[in-house]
């Protein structure tokens, strides 16, 4: 591994594989205890739709994705929270659309040289040290609100009437952990690809959910198997010259599996941590 790393895009992908962990322990975090998988799918596949129209419009593909993706994420939350009943089967028709809608637009034009498959599967090896930048910045605003509303969050997570009843603006902070998961998830799928995204934001949360006992505990547990599924991921795929992305997922499935077989000295979190 240490001979790799005399590479730049080796540096650069190690980099990246750490500050996705760190973005994906958080936000995985959350995902999981306020059981968000089937949406954050959604707004996931969804975000094919900008990648699709940026390449249209001749426009950076974080661009386009991000602000499309906001805007789904914002969407796929007023309908969660209006219509419940039916939450699942308008969600799904959304990410079948924006799914259509990327296909086709990308179909349309002309000479597009983007690497889609990179967008599909990932293409850690080839993040830049702009993709780094804006990996970077997210993280930071993401601990800054994380930390800023952890309460409320905690609150929010294990018991939503009491959130309410204590004040908290329980929609206004549904959707902006929406709108942050939106935007990471533009970021994470150049490292993992819109295929497995779902798997990095999940399986990491939960193997950290049976060993932890904090909210806040959870997260800094999740984003360290994250890393190590990276770096583990990335020598693996250097060595033999296979997909990154693929390969730490796999590595990440594995250890989900043995976690399985691993009996938890501690049960989950509670409401009683949120003054931790």
């Known amino acids: 591994m240490w001979e790799a790393l005399q590479f730049e895009f080796m540096r650069n992908a190690v980099f990246a594989g750490i500050i996705v962990s760190i973005i994906c322990g958080i936000l995985g975090t959350l995902i999981v205890v306020n059981r968000l998988v089937f949406i954050s799918g959604g707004i996931a596949h969804a975000a094919y739709g900008g990648i699709g129209i940026a390449v249209y419009c001749g426009i950076s593909p974080y661009m386009g994705a991000g602000v499309f993706t906001l ?19 308008i969600i799904g028709i959304m990410w079948a ?35 780094l930048l804006y990996m970077l910045l997210l993280l930071m605003v993401i601990i800054s609100l994380v930390k800023i509303f952890y309460k409320e969050f905690l609150a929010l997570s294990y018991d939503e009437e009491f959130a309410f009843v204590v004040g908290v603006p329980v929609k206004a902070l549904y959707l902006l952990l929406l709108a942050m998961i939106g935007l990471s998830v533009v970021i994470i799928i150049r490292v993992v690809g819109l295929i497995l995204v779902i798997a990095f934001l999940t399986i990491p949360p939960y193997i950290a959910e049976k060993h932890t006992t904090s909210l806040s505990k959870m997260m800094v547990l999740s984003a360290l198997l994250g890393i190590l599924f990276s770096l583990i991921g990335l020598w693996l795929s250097y060595k033999w ?18 976690s399985l077989l691993v009996e938890p000295y501690k049960g989950g979190t509670s409401l009683e941590d949120i003054t931790e």
């Open 71 to 89: 805007i789904i994420s914002i969407i796929m939350g007023l309908i969660n929270i209006k219509h419940k009943d039916r939450a699942d089967t």
């Open 97 to 131: 659309i924006g799914m259509a809608i990327g296909i086709i637009m990308i179909d349309l034009s002309p000479g597009y040289n983007v690497d889609i498959m990179g967008y599909l599967f990932g293409s850690i090896m080839s993040v830049s040290s702009m993709d």
């Open 241 to 258: 010259n296979i997909t990154a992305g693929a390969t730490i997922i796999l590595i990440a499935g594995v250890a989900f599996f043995l």
